[in-house]
């Protein structure tokens, strides 16, 4: 039997289990590289996007940072792919690296735990998922918006709209308004923060493994507070090596496959090479 198309791609969690104090944590000792100069800023490698063509370019700064363990060990894993590497941590920032791991590893457990209840959602074994994600590329940016200034239109944007690569991300985001979600009729709904809850979007791994009964987020972020705004994803993949097929499960007569298979690592760097074709890389 094929699963439903699900109608809403936003999901909201409540007592998921993350201490409220960790994010919080990762983006106040976060504030402090966010006031260094540009240049010092620049020394721990910075990229620069447009993830909309459309528009005039993306008004975030992000740190972005992948698996390392808690101890101090690389960041590297056996088997994680081509796209992995060690993190660059910005110099005489002890406390940001060891709040930005607290939270990730705490993400990272709960993205684990979600796999689950999409794998019965879709009439699969509970497990089916598990091999699928034993090193799981998982990649968390903590971001900065500041105030948009000047004149405001739909090109200029905090992060213009896009749907995210990866099975799916867990989204932190602070009391400050900005994240906007396409709904079915093709109008932007609000995302407005609730405290204590984790925002779920499903992005293009999922989509492509289930021939759309998932469907990717289409969202964006527009900061038109007057003050700075501050967000955590975590970006949650499968292992590099997988292969995105259509599930037997979510294929039919009436409903063929959409989309060629792909190897899970090859399809993200795709992504990431067009959304930074044009920026430059600086590094210490």
Wanted: overall charge negative.
């Amino acid at each position: 039997m094929t699963p439903s198309v699900l109608q809403l791609t936003t999901l909201r969690l409540q007592n998921h289990g993350i201490p409220e104090e960790l994010p919080l944590k990762a983006v106040e000792k976060g504030k402090v590289f966010w006031d260094l100069p540009e240049s010092k800023k620049l020394e721990s490698a910075l990229l620069s996007s447009n993830i909309d063509p459309v528009n005039r370019g993306d008004l975030h700064e992000g740190y972005e940072i992948g698996w390392e363990e808690k101890n101090g060990n690389s960041g590297v894993r056996e088997g994680d792919g081509a796209m992995s590497g060690q993190n660059v941590w910005p110099a005489d920032m002890p406390d940001f690296r060891v709040a930005a791991l607290d939270y990730y590893h705490a993400a990272m457990k709960l993205g684990q735990a979600l796999f689950p209840l999409f794998a019965l959602a879709l009439n699969l074994p509970e497990d089916f998922f598990d091999d699928k994600t034993t090193k799981p590329a998982a990649i968390l940016r903590v971001l900065h918006y500041p105030p948009q200034t000047g004149v405001v239109d739909d090109r200029a944007v905090g992060i213009g709209a896009h749907t995210d690569f990866e099975c799916f991300t867990i989204l932190w985001q602070d009391e400050n308004p900005a994240l906007q979600v396409l709904n079915n009729q093709g109008k932007w709904i609000n995302a407005i923060p609730i405290p204590g809850t984790l925002v779920v979007n499903l992005g293009d791994q999922l989509a492509r493994w289930t021939n759309d009964v998932f469907k990717s987020t289409v969202h964006r972020a527009i900061n038109r507070t007057g003050v700075r705004r501050y967000s955590i994803p975590l970006f949650f993949g499968t292992d590099y090596d997988v292969t995105l097929e259509a599930l037997p499960s979510c294929v039919s007569e009436d409903r063929p496959a959409k989309y060629e298979p792909v190897k899970a690592g090859d399809y993200v760097q795709s992504r990431l090479a067009t959304t930074y074709a044009h920026s430059v890389t600086t590094k210490a």
